[in-house]
């Protein structure tokens, strides 16, 4: 009798919660959303994009040994800032999903100054801007905020897929030499190179595009970049797409597990970053078919940008790219091309767990993508010293 009587008020409580966290989701669910939840600054602004800077987070005092006395430990902080650069058409979210599954939250506590480039909410009236809008104008203006704020020249940039190919292009274009580390995830590079979607949607557009260019003088480049400019809905059907199976039997996990709070919320949380996808500028989209898609010229080390060309084998920086091994949108093939063009000593290329998405969101990109990224940066983030001597020698000469 007593166990039956445990047995009730268990499933009692179990059913009281699952209508409790039914009703949220149906009918509240900003109060399970939980995406960025990390403070920060906006250090600079230029339409529609923004520079974030999250504040390292204060560490409790520890008491001494001697007197009772307290002793605040140092804050661990880098030299070098890292910059962390999403893709467009998704939310800043990207890096501040959850309060556990955050980027930007674990770089702080692994004690780097962290910047963000926040590349707003485009709308229909930024369907000119284009990939040198974002990757030399708008890249440029950025860290030169962050430099003025972080009062270092010298940085490490840190991009996801579009976010880290637009690291490559600024970093390709050679007019800036301070970039110490460069870390790409997920960034095609070589869009021929694979059995994929994307290889074969760029092999059938460069065949097309080759035949239509022979025979009439129709340019894809010459179409009103108002016309490429997919809506948000669009984005995030492109992005469930590379993992249809999840994105479906995801549901089945939350009807089964409704009673589970923490599953809820980070279920709802989730979903809510994936249907709410930003409008992609059409100016990008156009100058990414014509550029990527049918030209591919990146895949050889060199394309013209705008009015100007950028060449991989201008940079110089230390590089670590990841690549997803389930990854069937970007390819390790795709992605690790960048290592073979680059004018690096130091370059590595990492496969991690994880599909397209979850090699930077997923449970395992913590550990295999996160912790490993900040291990690599760490001993590259110290800023040398001039020596006294040298500087005094310098200051003589002068």
């Not at 485009?122 to 972080?150: C, N, V």
């Not at 694979?194 to 480049?221: C, H, P, Q, W």
């Not at 960048?338 to 000593?345: C, E, G």
């Not at 997923?362 to 010293?385: E, H």
Request: a positive charge; one cysteine or more.
């Amino acid at each position: 009798m007593k166990t039956l009587f445990k047995t009730a008020l268990k499933l009692n409580e179990v059913a009281a919660q699952t209508a409790t966290n039914a009703a949220d989701w149906l009918f509240r669910k900003d109060i399970l959303v939980q995406s960025g939840k990390t403070g920060y600054d906006v250090i600079a602004e230029l339409d529609p994009m923004r520079v974030r800077y999250y504040e390292p987070e204060l560490q409790a005092p520890r008491a001494s040994l001697v007197d009772g006395e307290e002793e605040t430990p140092p804050q661990r902080q880098h030299g070098i800032p890292l910059v962390l650069v999403p893709p467009l058409g998704v939310t800043t979210e990207t890096f501040d999903l959850m309060p556990d599954r955050s980027l930007v939250k674990f770089m702080v506590q692994a004690g780097f100054r962290v910047y963000l480039i926040d590349w707003g909410k485009p709308e229909r009236k930024h369907a000119h801007l284009g990939l040198y809008d974002y990757s030399h104008d708008m890249m440029g203006e950025a860290l030169k905020a962050i430099r003025a704020h972080s009062r270092s020249e010298d940085i490490s940039l840190m991009g996801w897929c579009m976010g880290g190919l637009l690291c490559l292009l600024y970093a390709g274009y050679g007019e800036d030499r301070r970039i110490q580390n460069l870390v790409t995830i997920a960034s095609p590079v070589d869009l021929r190179n694979g059995r994929n979607i994307m290889s074969v949607a760029s092999n059938t557009l460069n065949v097309t595009a080759r035949f239509i260019r022979k025979y009439s003088e129709f340019r894809l480049d010459r179409i009103n970049p108002a016309l490429f400019s997919p809506p948000g809905w669009v984005v995030s059907l492109g992005f469930k797409l590379t993992a249809p199976v999840a994105s479906i039997t995801t549901y089945w996990d939350l009807l089964t597990r409704l009673s589970d709070r923490d599953f809820v919320v980070q279920h709802t949380t989730t979903s809510d970053y994936l249907n709410n996808m930003m409008l992609y500028p059409g100016g990008v989209v156009r100058d990414f078919m014509v550029r990527f898609a049918v030209d591919n010229k990146l895949a050889k080390g060199r394309m013209k940008v705008g009015d100007k060309f950028t060449e991989l084998q201008n940079i110089r920086s230390n590089l670590l790219v990841f690549a997803g091994d389930t990854d069937h949108l970007v390819p390790a093939s795709m992605a690790k091309q960048s290592l073979k063009l680059v004018s690096s000593d130091d370059k590595t290329f990492m496969l991690a767990p994880g599909g397209h998405m979850g090699v930077i969101l997923g449970s395992k990109a913590v550990s295999n993508v996160w912790q490993t990224s900040a291990d690599w940066l760490r001993p590259r983030s110290q800023v040398t010293k001039t020596p006294a001597r040298r500087k005094k020698a310098a200051k003589a000469a002068a």
